[in-house]
Nanobody, 115 residues
Framework: QVQLVESGGGLVQAGGSLRLSCAAS????????MAWYRQAPEKQRELVAT???????NYADSVKGRFTISRDNAENTVYLQMNSLKLEDTAIYLC?????????WGKGTLVTVFS
């Protein structure tokens, strides 16, 4: 069973930056992909970025060029560097980890962007 704990959310002015972290524990050897989703009020959950075990990354069009996902395998941690933040980036950001059989979810961290 993989446990995920996100951190790094907070209040940030539009145009600013934040770095989110997601620490994984328990069964991490089986993880083959990790991802960040976000959930904004009254909007559908959106896949923001993914990173696979080989390092391949993918991004939602809405964040390309602004967000970067990375992974520290030694620390079992995935990061989301968010630059040039916009008001519409306000959301709860959730981390996931997937193995062959399951996808595990963290509880999320809130990012609020203000003007």
């Amino acid at each position: 069973q993989v446990q995920l704990v996100e951190s790094g959310g907070g209040l940030v002015q539009a145009g600013g930056s934040l770095r989110l972290s997601c620490a994984a524990s328990g069964g991490t050897f089986s993880i083959n992909a990790m991802a960040w989703y976000r959930q904004a009020p009254e909007k559908q959950r959106e896949l923001v970025a993914t990173i696979r075990s080989g390092g391949l990354t993918n991004y939602a069009d809405s964040v390309k060029g602004r967000f970067t996902i990375s992974r520290d395998n030694a620390e079992n941690t995935v990061y989301l560097q968010m630059n040039s933040l916009k008001l519409e980036d306000t959301a709860i950001y959730l981390c996931t980890a997937s193995d062959r059989y399951n996808t595990y979810w963290g509880k999320g961290t809130l990012v609020t962007v203000f003007s």
